[in-house]
């Protein structure tokens, strides 16, 4: 017990500083989950990850789910968690993005209105930071590229043991895509679909009926490619294929970025960390996975201008894993 609040103690006193401490930093406050997992297994060791729309999240043990009333669901909720007293909740949205395009502009806004607000990154997704003290919320919003924003908002946030717990969950949201979420709707897609192992790259990936493997040439081989798949009249292709060398998460993002790129970020699937972007040059979704040895192990989804194959793509993405 005393460990235990030990932590919870230096966790308040680092959320305690509040946003406008952290504001005084010129550099971007980053907030990830390898830095607290250790401290948030001690603090709940029946923590768990929930997946809520796109993102997963760090549940303490304490927090339930409340059912949403078909009212709360149209006004744009994803999730209500509280604790069985009642004295803590955990509330997840989405909102539109009105008036304002990027989060430096939502973040001035938001101070404007007398909130303190800050541009984070949380594990490599860029998010807004902001305190309510009329609500008595810690908040933090992501803007999704549909210019909609998904705010997971945190009360009380003026108890130091909830304004602990808060930070341990801010610092825990990923990115997710989870088979076991969308493997229902890949059924009724393609009911002769399956898990296919891909060469040796140690991974598995839903494969719809309709994808045939190609074959591949001397060169191919040679240029990377590993696997090609697509239907019997060309009309999409999946291709997985290595390249580059000394990459990583953070790097891939950046090298997209100097490309370009401004939607590429960092993702968790299957418990697998990748880098998603949309190469709209190549009319592809791209999921890359840094290898080892500096390489990058990259699935191709072509063409994701096409809606109904880009669906396609996004389940067979959600379903990549490790080999069994």
């Given at each position: 017990?005393?460990?235990?609040?030990?932590?919870?103690?230096?966790?308040?006193?680092?959320?305690?500083?509040?946003?406008?401490?952290?504001?005084?930093?010129?550099?971007?406050?980053?907030?990830?989950?390898?830095?607290?997992?250790?401290?948030?297994?001690?603090?709940?060791?029946?923590?768990?990850?929930?997946?809520?729309?796109?993102?997963?999240?760090?549940?303490?043990?304490?927090?339930?789910?409340?059912?949403?009333?078909?009212?709360?669901?149209?006004?744009?909720?994803?999730?209500?968690?509280?604790?069985?007293?009642?004295?803590?909740?955990?509330?997840?949205?989405?909102?539109?993005?009105d008036g304002w395009s990027n989060l430096d502009d939502l973040a001035k806004q938001y101070n404007e209105a007398g909130m303190e607000a800050e541009v984070v990154n949380v594990n490599g997704l860029p998010a807004l930071l902001f305190t309510n003290a009329e609500s008595d919320t810690i908040n933090v919003s992501f803007?999704?590229?549909?210019?909609?924003?998904?705010?997971?908002?945190?009360?009380?946030?003026?108890?130091?043991?909830?304004?602990?717990?808060?930070?341990?969950?801010?610092?825990?949201?990923?990115?997710?895509?989870?088979?076991?979420?969308?493997?229902?709707?890949?059924?009724?897609v393609d009911k002769d679909g399956k898990l296919v192992k891909i060469a040796d790259t140690g991974l598995a990936m839903w494969v719809p009926s309709v994808m045939v493997e190609g074959e591949l040439t001397e060169e191919d081989v040679n240029n990377g490619s590993i696997c090609y798949l697509a239907p019997v009249d060309d009309s999409a292709s999946v291709n997985i294929f290595t390249w580059g060398e000394d990459m990583d998460l953070v790097g891939l993002v950046k090298y997209y970025a100097g490309n370009g790129v401004e939607d590429a970020e960092i993702v968790v699937i299957n418990g697998i960390k990748a880098v998603m972007a949309g190469d709209e040059e190549n009319d592809c979704i791209v999921i890359d996975y840094p290898m080892e040895d500096g390489s990058v192990l990259e699935f191709s989804f072509c063409p994701a201008s096409d809606e109904d194959f880009a669906q396609v793509a996004l389940l067979m993405a959600s379903s990549i894993q490790e080999a069994k």
């Open positions: 017990m005393k460990k235990l609040l030990a932590i919870l103690l230096t966790l308040a006193v680092m959320c305690s500083f509040g946003v406008s401490a952290l504001a005084a930093d010129t550099e971007t406050t980053t907030f990830t989950w390898e830095a607290v997992q250790k401290d948030a297994a001690e603090v709940d060791k029946d923590g768990q990850f929930a997946q809520i729309g796109t993102f997963g999240i760090w549940i303490p043990s304490i927090y339930t789910a409340a059912d949403l009333t078909e009212e709360r669901i149209e006004q744009g909720y994803l999730a209500n968690l509280v604790t069985k007293d009642l004295s803590s909740a955990v509330m997840a949205f989405t909102d539109t993005a803007l999704e590229s549909d210019d909609t924003t998904v705010t997971f908002s945190f009360y009380p946030y003026s108890d130091e043991n909830v304004a602990a717990l808060s930070y341990l969950m801010i610092s825990s949201i990923q990115r997710c895509l989870f088979w076991e979420t969308v493997k229902d709707a890949a059924a009724q």
